[in-house]
């Protein structure tokens, strides 16, 4: 169990890496473009992330 933990932090590393990698001005756009939404709508985005998130996990086991 803790080697499949470990390989999805592994890939959100990556996939985070990547991002700042090949991507930082598109990054840096969005970050901005964050800034300008209030706080329940970033938690509305967060919430919605988390359950797609724990929703494409469920998909997979």
Not at 32 to 59: D, E, F, M, P, V
């Amino acid at each position: 169990m803790i080697d499949k933990i470990l390989f999805g932090l592994a890939a959100v590393m990556i996939a985070e890496g990547l991002v700042y990698l090949l991507a930082p001005h598109a990054l840096e756009a969005l970050l901005k473009a964050l800034k300008t939404l209030s706080i329940s709508a970033r938690r509305k985005t967060g919430a919605l992330l988390c359950l797609g998130g724990c929703i494409l996990l469920a998909l997979s086991l």
